[in-house]
T-cell receptor
Framework: SQTIHQWPATLVQPVGSPLSLECTVE??????LYWYRQAAGRGLQLLFY??????ISSEVPQNLSASRPQDRQFILSSKKLLLSDSGFYLC???????????FGPGTRLTVL | AQSVTQPDIHITVSEGASLELRCNYSYGATPYLFWYVQSPGQGLQLLLKYFSGDTLVQGIKGFEAEFKRSQSSFNLRKPTVHWSDAAEYFC???????????FGTGTRLTIIP
């Protein structure tokens, strides 16, 4: 069966510090991968998605970037965090021919 | 572009009562439709999905949803809610050939004794 992992589970970082969140998927090949952010009390905002290694689509211009160095690894990064980057970050995957997405447990990021 | 509307931000239901959460979408073709549930501090779990065929879809945890093309709706129902159903519920829409889903803003469900 397929599983999706995210780490760390929680993170507290000062403003201006770098960020690296990692997401890995097991049990499937060539998945589509997605990064979402949930601000407090708000819905899901799609940040990036990837249909293959090195292929990244950005949905919202911002302080963040994403990379996919391996087939089942998706990384969300920032060189300098802003207060507005605080939120709950969710990674998801889907099979290419289907639309249903499967979500990881999330990372709670607090920028102080 | 497609859009999803969940008109109810917060719903309170008594335990044992029935539940209906509303979802409306805007899109020209027949969409793929999904309902997800999110418990506090956790990821989203897929409750059910509609791709084609029977418009009444059964999901996990006793939930069902009905696709009504004439109303552009995909409402989620449960005949008897339990305290464990308290969570945030998201409706989502996608379509063939597009790799993305569009999510509604969510409905927070509170269960009272």
């Amino acid at each position: 069966s397929q599983t999706i992992h995210q780490w760390p589970a929680t993170l507290v970082q000062p403003v201006g510090s770098p960020l690296s969140l990692e997401c890995t998927v097991e049990g499937t090949s060539n998945p589509n991968l997605y990064w979402y952010r949930q601000a407090a009390g708000r819905g899901l905002q799609l940040l990036f998605y990837s249909v293959g290694i090195g292929q990244i689509s950005s949905e919202v211009p911002q302080n963040l970037s994403a990379s996919r160095p391996q087939d089942r690894q998706f990384i969300l990064s920032s060189k300098k965090l802003l207060l507005s980057d605080s939120g709950f970050y969710l990674c998801a995957w889907s099979v290419r021919e289907a639309n249903e997405q499967f979500f990881g447990p999330g990372t709670r990021l607090t920028v102080l | 572009a497609q859009s999803v509307t969940q008109p109810d931000i917060h719903i309170t239901v008594s335990e044992g009562a029935s539940l209906e959460l509303r979802c409306n979408y805007s899109y020209g073709a027949t969409p793929y439709l999904f309902w997800y549930v999110q418990s506090p501090g956790q990821g989203l779990q897929l409750l059910l999905k509609y791709f084609s065929g029977d418009t009444l879809v059964q999901g996990i945890k006793g939930f069902e949803a009905e696709f009504k093309r004439s109303q552009s709706s995909f409402n989620l129902r449960k005949p008897t809610v339990h305290w464990s159903d308290a969570a945030e519920y998201f409706c989502a829409v996608g379509f063939f050939g597009n790799e993305k889903l569009t999510f509604g803003t969510g409905t927070r469900l509170t269960i009272i004794p």
